[in-house]
């Protein structure tokens, strides 16, 4: 077994906080990855805080993982020692429903392992990537392709990007598409830059006024302030697409109104409470759709990354030492960040060796 050095959170009310285990010995199909950077996702804090009562404790979250493998199982040929890698938001999945077959293991029909947090369905506890190692299925990691100087960038990529490239792709969204982003935070800032970068006509959806400035700069090619009557009136019916990223309750009629007919609206924020529901004449009327959307299969998840590589495509990001997760946290509940906490995986290796 390998020992692992991590902070966790060990009851839904304590602060994250040192804790050690083991990881299995890499078997055959496994690599083991010295993690270097770990982002911070919304789905971590809900998660610590057992906000969707379904916390396996004690828990070690963490699933917008990079690093550099250290070893590699007898046969794995994808990567080889010293290579960089990255681990997303699952472990593994069944491999033999329909779903798994298509290359969708995100929507395994007996439920995808998480990177923390075990089975979907129940099972076995899982820990992330708060931690100075993880041992994985070679089949559920990732090929770093991006400079290694914007390493720390590219880990909310694994969940962030993937979680907002996956329906901008399956919906087709390209040159000619005018498509609306909902909310500019860790989500939000990389639905903009993807979709610009994927050539559509970007129309940022924000309560902030004083985020107009930075929605232009990250690639919207509108602003506008969604609590402005009049700035959404002249949005009626002229979006093809709203990728909506916020994960509060709130008035999805509101965007609804904004579609083009047979438009869709895919949400991919979780709230902890369900949002209100829906006018259905909202939909019928347009023949206007509401969809859901869940990260990526690992197909589809090195296709993001190798998109993003190619465009120059990182998040926007504040680092933070493992010490300071607690804090960060909080900053995050309060919307203080720009657009993404990265843990630098460093802090905890210094503070191993020194005790």
Not at 22 to 51: F, K
Not at 128 to 136: F, T
Not at 198 to 216: C, I, Q, W, Y
Not at 235 to 254: G, M
Request: with cysteine; proline share 4%; aromatic share 8%.
């Amino acid at each position: 077994m390998v020992k692992t050095y991590s902070y966790a959170a060990q009851t839904a009310t304590s602060p994250l906080a040192p804790h050690t285990f083991e990881r299995r010995n890499p078997n055959a199909d496994d690599i083991q990855i010295d993690i270097l950077y770990c982002g911070v996702c919304h789905s971590d804090l809900h998660t610590a805080r057992n906000e969707w009562n379904n916390t396996l404790f004690p828990s070690v979250p963490g699933h917008e993982i990079v690093g550099r493998v250290t070893a590699v199982g007898s046969a794995v040929t994808t990567f080889k020692v010293g290579d960089l890698a990255g681990v997303g938001c699952m472990v593994d999945s069944c491999q033999h429903c329909a779903s798994c077959a298509e290359g969708e293991e995100q929507y395994c029909e007996n439920g995808f392992t998480g990177t923390y947090n075990g089975p979907v369905f129940g099972g076995e506890n899982t820990f992330g990537g708060y931690s100075d190692k993880i041992v994985v299925k070679a089949k559920f990691a990732l090929h770093i392709n991006h400079d290694e100087s914007k390493l720390a960038a590219v880990a909310p990529l694994l969940c962030a990007g993937i979680t907002t490239y996956s329906p901008l792709h399956h919906w087709k969204v390209g040159p000619g598409s005018k498509v609306g982003v909902v909310g500019l935070g860790g989500l939000g800032h990389m639905a903009v830059k993807i979709a610009h970068a994927m050539g559509a006509h970007v129309v940022l959806f924000t309560t902030s006024p004083n985020k107009r400035e930075d929605g232009l700069r990250l690639g919207a090619n509108e602003v506008v302030v969604s609590k402005d009557e009049k700035e959404m009136a002249a949005q009626a019916n002229k979006l093809d697409f709203i990728l909506n990223t916020v994960a509060a309750p709130h008035d999805l009629d509101a965007f609804l109104a904004l579609l083009k007919r047979d438009g869709t609206m895919t949400l991919v924020g979780a709230p902890a409470t369900p949002h209100p529901s829906p006018q259905v004449f909202n939909l019928i009327f347009k023949r206007r759709s509401l969809a859901g959307s869940l990260i990526g299969g690992i197909q589809e998840t090195q296709e993001m990354l190798d998109f993003c590589a190619k465009h120059n495509i990182v998040s926007d990001i504040e680092m933070v030492a493992m010490q300071d997760i607690n804090e960060a946290y909080e900053r995050m509940l309060k919307g203080d960040v720009k657009y993404r906490f990265v843990i630098d995986m460093a802090s905890l290796k210094k503070q191993v060796s020194a005790a």
